[in-house]
Structure formats: C-alpha cells, structure tokens
C-alpha cells in the first residue's frame, strides 16, 4: 500500500534552474495538494486541486505551476528556482466525504536552491 | 494573517504524565478540526479530528477538546510515551486545510 508516492525526495538545484517534483497516489482520491514546509513556518498551501481537470492557487503560489495530469498525478514545477523556494515539499491527496481521516501525505522533497 | 495559531513552539513532558496541546483559530466557518503528527524526514499523519458541532473526541491515549465559543481546541495525550515525541500540528477546515505552525513535543525520561 504505497499511499502517497513523491519523486525526488532530495533535490538541489542553482538559481534560475527548473524542475519538476512529481506526486502519484493510488488511493483513488479526488482531491491533491501541495505544501511546502519551512521552519517556524508550518505546512503552507501552495496549489491545490479538488478534482481531475481543475486546479486552484492556495496561499502560496507564486513561483510555482501544476498540473493534474490524471486523477493518480499532480506535479509541481519550479520554472526559474529561487533561493526563497528552499524548502521542503509534501504532496497529500483526500478523498471528499472522508474529512474525518484528513489528508495522506506522502514523504516529502527537500529541495534545496543555491 | 494566520487563521490557525500554536503559541507554544516546544513543549516538555515527563512520560507517563499528560501532554496538552493548544490551538486556536480565528475563522468561525471551519468545519473539522484535526491534528497530525509529524516525525523528522517523513510526512504529516493524521492523529485525530473533531466536527465542529462536537465537544470531544477520543481514540485510545488521545482526546481532542473543542470549545467553540472560545475558539479553542486542545489535545491530550494521556499517558504521554517516548514514541509520542515528534510535532504536532493543528488544523482547520472549510474547504481546504490550513495548518498551524506546530508544537514540537519532548517526552522525558
């Protein structure tokens, strides 16, 4: 039972470089999101999607675009890094009418911009 | 504007006796309420929620307590174990989770 599956877990990258970090799940879930994490900061929202074929900007999302390529997959891409994107990543995913169980999260990508 | 606050940044407990965690919030349209467990180099895991037209909700060691009107909520951990040291974040729902700055926990000897 893999979960939440998020690919690379560790990632360095020079200013002005582009990425793209990739999450999969195989839950079935509707909904995907994407947090970074960084100290004293919390979990914060970057960009999120409620539903194959949509995608909603979160509390952070500037610097970053998504795509939900299928209900299993949601990736994020860095198109210029930037030393203030230093962080570490999470994907989680939920599926609607299951609040009580909250979101699964995957492992996490730290990603570091130098 | 932080919507979900943790006003204790650490927090030391002996083992075996209880840990209470608070929270509170600003936002009176959230729905759930929950909190997750995170431990160094993994993700979050949720622990526990409580619907907001709830009081209480237990599940085992763990209790969260939710007082609306105060806009409040709390988790117990009794009795607190070593394993139980990690952070702990809470949440708020409405139609997205919003997390709090978590409260790193230390369970002592």
């Known amino acids: 039972n893999a979960g939440v599956t998020q690919t690379p877990k560790f990632q360095v990258l020079k200013t002005g470089q582009s990425m793209t970090l990739q999450c999969a799940q195989d839950?079935?879930?509707?909904?995907m999101y994407w947090y970074r994490q960084d100290p004293g900061m919390g979990l914060r929202l970057i960009y999120y999607s409620a539903s194959e074929g949509t995608t909603d900007k979160g509390e952070v999302p500037n610097g970053y675009n998504v795509s939900r390529l299928n209900k299993r997959e949601f990736s994020l891409r860095l198109e210029s890094a930037a030393p203030s994107q230093t962080s570490v990543y999470f994907c989680?995913?939920?599926?609607?009418?299951?609040?009580?169980?909250?979101?699964?999260f995957g492992s996490g990508t730290r990603l570091t911009v130098v | 504007d932080q919507q979900v606050k943790q006003n204790s940044p650490s927090l030391s407990v002996q083992e075996g006796r209880i840990s209470i965690l608070n929270c509170d919030y600003t936002n009176s349209m959230f729905d759930y309420f929950l909190w997750y467990k995170k431990y160094p180099a993994e993700g979050p895991t949720f622990l526990i929620s409580?619907?907001?037209?709830?009081d209480k909700n237990e599940d085992g060691r763990f209790t969260v307590f939710l007082n609306k009107s105060a806009k409040h909520l709390s988790l117990h951990i009794v009795p607190s174990q070593p394993g139980d040291s990690a952070v702990y974040f809470c949440?708020?729902?409405?139609?997205?989770?919003?997390f709090g700055k978590g409260t790193r926990l230390h369970i002592l000897p």
């Open positions: 989680a995913s939920s599926s609607t009418g299951t609040l009580n169980y909250g979101y699964t």
């Open positions: 949440a708020a729902d409405h139609d997205k989770i919003i």
């Open positions: 409580i619907s907001s037209i709830k």
């Open positions: 839950m079935n879930h509707n909904s």
